[in-house]
């Protein structure tokens, strides 16, 4: 669902970017007043295996596409919203930089659409409701896999009423949003399936990892699992990844819409130069070496790690600072 800088206008772009960055602000007050400080480690190894996944293409049967997890309802589980939006955020900003996966201009949406949708909308609403108290096995599925669907759901609708309102493209809204949801139904159907069976994994395994207060040497041990999962899924995983177009690029073909060619020396043309400069391995490939199992350990394992200190250096610069005696 990542979303192309030619699909928006400049403001609509920077309104999402305004409307994305307040909610950073928020999230970041809220986490160094409220995240248990034993979390932070976490925080950091959570935002690479999130990235490692989400290079986990998976093709949907009958429809030429694929898609993958968003991770933010996983995350929104084990940090709460703020934490969760936060992380994903960071990966979304490597992406971004680093592999020119999404544009500069839309960054704003893509974290508007993909986190703080589960995050704030389909968690705090919907899932933490369901598995209030001691559910059983099928709250706590319907609780997971219904956020799930619906935060898709509503970032699905959001790229196609930004996508709208900017004017760059002749796409009509009910054919393109008849094509948008239900392909994204589908995905967050996996996307809930696999959040649940990870929490369910973690609850066989590190259960502290799903409790409020996690301290100490338990924490650092939890994080080391999760670790573990984002080098196996970045470093090897990835090499399976479908290479069918993802649920946006399948709905745009869908409905007719071609490539859109933006003047070199436009602010979209001089946006996209900047990516191509900061862009270490787009498409997360060897500038001008093609695709390789090589190059996608590489990018896996290597966006991975750029998240991990991101995200761990947010965590640290928020850690509650203690008062001297």
Same mark, same amino acid.
């Given at each position: 669902m990542?979303?192309?800088?030619?699909?928006?206008?400049?403001?609509?772009?920077?309104?999402?970017?305004?409307?994305?960055?307040?909610?950073?602000?928020?999230?970041?007050?809220? !986490? *160094?007043?409220? %995240?248990d400080?034993?979390?932070?480690?976490?925080?950091?190894? #959570? /935002?690479?295996?999130?990235? =490692? &996944?989400?290079?986990?293409?998976?093709?949907?049967?009958?429809?030429?596409?694929?898609?993958?997890?968003?991770?933010?309802?996983?995350?929104?589980?084990?940090?709460?919203?703020?934490g969760?939006?936060?992380?994903?955020?960071?990966?979304?900003?490597?992406?971004?930089?680093?592999?020119?996966?999404?544009?500069?201009l839309?960054?704003?949406?893509?974290?508007?659409?993909?986190?703080?949708?589960?995050?704030?909308?389909?968690?705090?609403?919907? !899932? *933490?409701?369901? %598995?209030?108290?001691?559910?059983?096995?099928?709250?706590?599925? #319907? /609780?997971?896999?219904?956020? =799930? &669907?619906?935060?898709?759901?509503?970032?699905?609708?959001?790229?196609?009423?930004?996508?709208?309102?900017?004017?760059?493209?002749?796409?009509?809204?009910?054919?393109?949003?008849?094509?948008?949801?239900?392909?994204?139904?589908?995905?967050?159907?996996?996307?809930?399936?696999?959040?649940?069976?990870?929490?369910?994994?973690l609850?066989?395994t590190?259960?502290?990892?799903?409790?409020?207060?996690?301290?100490?040497?338990?924490?650092?041990?939890?994080?080391?699992?999760?670790?573990?999962?984002?080098?196996?899924?970045?470093?090897?995983?990835?090499?399976?990844?479908?290479?069918?177009?993802?649920?946006?690029?399948?709905?745009?073909?869908?409905?007719?819409?071609?490539?859109?060619?933006?003047?070199e020396?436009?602010?979209?043309?001089?946006?996209?130069?900047?990516?191509?400069?900061?862009?270490?391995?787009?498409?997360?490939?060897?500038?001008?070496?093609?695709?390789?199992?090589?190059?996608?350990?590489?990018?896996?394992?290597?966006?991975?790690?750029?998240?991990?200190?991101?995200?761990?250096?947010?965590?640290?610069?928020?850690?509650?600072?203690?008062?001297?005696?």
């Amino acid at each position: 669902m990542h979303m192309a800088d030619a699909l928006l206008s400049p403001a609509v772009g920077a309104t999402m970017w305004v409307l994305s960055g307040a909610t950073l602000g928020r999230s970041a007050t809220r !986490v *160094r007043k409220t %995240l248990d400080e034993g979390r932070l480690p976490l925080m950091g190894v #959570l /935002g690479a295996f999130v990235f =490692a &996944v989400q290079m986990l293409n998976f093709a949907i049967p009958g429809t030429g596409s694929s898609g993958h997890l968003a991770g933010t309802l996983f995350l929104a589980l084990l940090l709460g919203p703020h934490g969760a939006f936060l992380t994903v955020s960071s990966v979304l900003v490597v992406q971004a930089l680093f592999f020119a996966d999404g544009g500069l201009l839309a960054l704003g949406c893509n974290l508007f659409n993909m986190g703080f949708f589960p995050a704030f909308v389909a968690y705090p609403l919907i !899932v *933490r409701p369901l %598995l209030a108290g001691a559910p059983g096995q099928g709250r706590r599925a #319907l /609780g997971i896999i219904l956020g =799930a &669907v619906i935060g898709l759901q509503l970032g699905a609708f959001g790229v196609v009423l930004e996508t709208i309102l900017s004017g760059r493209t002749a796409l009509p809204f009910k054919a393109f949003l008849y094509a948008m949801q239900p392909i994204h139904l589908a995905i967050g159907l996996v996307e809930g399936l696999a959040t649940l069976a990870l929490v369910a994994f973690l609850a066989r395994t590190r259960p502290e990892l799903l409790e409020t207060q996690s301290r100490g040497r338990s924490a650092w041990k939890g994080a080391l699992v999760v670790a573990v999962m984002a080098l196996v899924a970045g470093g090897c995983f990835s090499w399976f990844a479908s290479t069918r177009p993802d649920g946006l690029e399948w709905a745009l073909a869908k409905v007719g819409q071609q490539e859109i060619e933006a003047p070199e020396q436009s602010l979209h043309g001089r946006i996209a130069h900047a990516q191509a400069r900061t862009a270490l391995m787009p498409d997360y490939a060897f500038k001008g070496g093609g695709e390789s199992r090589g190059a996608t350990s590489l990018a896996g394992v290597g966006g991975g790690v750029l998240t991990l200190l991101i995200v761990g250096g947010v965590g640290i610069a928020l850690r509650p600072r203690r008062k001297m005696a």
